[in-house]
Nanobody, 125 residues
Framework: VQLQASGGGLVQAGGSLRLSCAAS????????VAWFRQDPGKEREFVAA????????TYADSFEGRFTISRDTAKVTAFLQMNSLKPEDTAVYFC???????????????????WGQGTQVTVSS
């Protein structure tokens, strides 16, 4: 499956952005989908994931309550709604997908075989 991330941009602190991750080649129907982010010089950081079998979301603690991960019913696009953005949220955001996998590895970037190209999010103070 090929992934295309979009929706990044420049926003003021307190603002919102909605990132999209479009699948091509096949649907997400049996794929867990996740969002990660990365600052230059830092390790890639888990943001959120949604499981294919029950649509249950999982968030890193830093984002719970501010970010919402979802997918459309056709399961060809996943979304990350980001509210109350802070300057420290500035990063390149990547979507990723995996065909199944155990719950304990949901937050691990090494567990995902498919990656989008990343979309830049910049939050100004």
């Amino acid at each position: 499956v090929q992934l295309q991330a979009s929706g990044g941009g420049l926003v003021q602190a307190g603002g919102s952005l909605r990132l999209s991750c479009a699948a091509s080649g096949r649907t997400f129907s049996r794929y867990d989908v996740a969002w990660f982010r990365q600052d230059p010089g830092k390790e890639r950081e888990f943001v959120a994931a949604i499981r294919w079998n029950n649509n249950r979301p999982t968030y890193a603690d830093s984002f719970e309550g501010r970010f919402t991960i979802s997918r459309d019913t056709a399961k060809v696009t996943a979304f990350l709604q980001m509210n109350s953005l802070k300057p420290e949220d500035t990063a390149v955001y990547f979507c990723a997908a995996r065909s199944g996998g155990i719950l304990s590895t949901l937050r691990h970037d090494s567990a995902y075989a498919y990656w989008g190209q990343g979309t830049q999010v910049t939050v100004s103070s």
